[in-house]
């Protein structure tokens, strides 16, 4: 009887991480997708508020534009680590790229882009 309490309460916490990864992941494809199709304003309009007040629009879209031209494509993606607290969740990626390799960390609030840092050849774009 232990042994069925304890794999239903496993299965339920398994749940629970599965949905909130399933929403990152929904994220960060969405992400990358817009991305390849060099449609960063859509990148921009899900920067949370906060993201949108750091900086103004023309420095993200500046950021965006010259990695997409020094790397073309996102093409592959290897998670590193990947954590949830509260409402936010958090992934650092391995991704390749046509030319090269960059590290993203990506993290959300919900469905908002609230972290975004691009790391190639350990220096953050």
Same mark, same amino acid.
């Given at each position: 009887?232990?042994?069925?309490?304890?794999? =239903?309460?496993?299965?339920?916490?398994?749940?629970?991480?599965?949905? %909130?990864?399933? %929403?990152?992941?929904?994220?960060?494809?969405?992400?990358?997708?817009?991305?390849?199709?060099?449609?960063?304003?859509?990148?921009?309009?899900?920067?949370?508020?906060?993201?949108?007040?750091?900086?103004?629009?023309?420095?993200?879209?500046?950021?965006?534009?010259?990695?997409?031209?020094?790397?073309?494509? =996102? %093409?592959?993606?290897?998670?590193?680590?990947?954590?949830?607290?509260? %409402?936010?969740?958090?992934?650092?990626?391995?991704?390749?790229?046509?030319?090269?390799?960059?590290?993203?960390?990506?993290?959300?609030?919900?469905?908002?882009?609230?972290?975004?840092? =691009?790391?190639?050849?350990?220096?953050?774009?």
């Amino acid at each position: 009887m232990k042994k069925i309490a304890i794999l =239903l309460i496993f299965l339920f916490f398994t749940g629970i991480v599965s949905a %909130q990864n399933e %929403q990152h992941k929904i994220a960060f494809d969405r992400f990358v997708n817009n991305f390849n199709n060099s449609d960063f304003e859509s990148i921009y309009n899900n920067f949370s508020v906060k993201m949108k007040r750091s900086h103004p629009k023309g420095y993200y879209l500046k950021i965006f534009y010259r990695l997409k031209k020094e790397h073309k494509s =996102l %093409q592959s993606f290897e998670l590193l680590h990947y954590e949830e607290n509260n %409402q936010k969740s958090r992934a650092i990626y391995n991704a390749n790229s046509q030319t090269g390799n960059l590290t993203i960390k990506f993290t959300i609030n919900g469905d908002e882009i609230i972290g975004l840092f =691009l790391l190639k050849d350990k220096n953050f774009l």
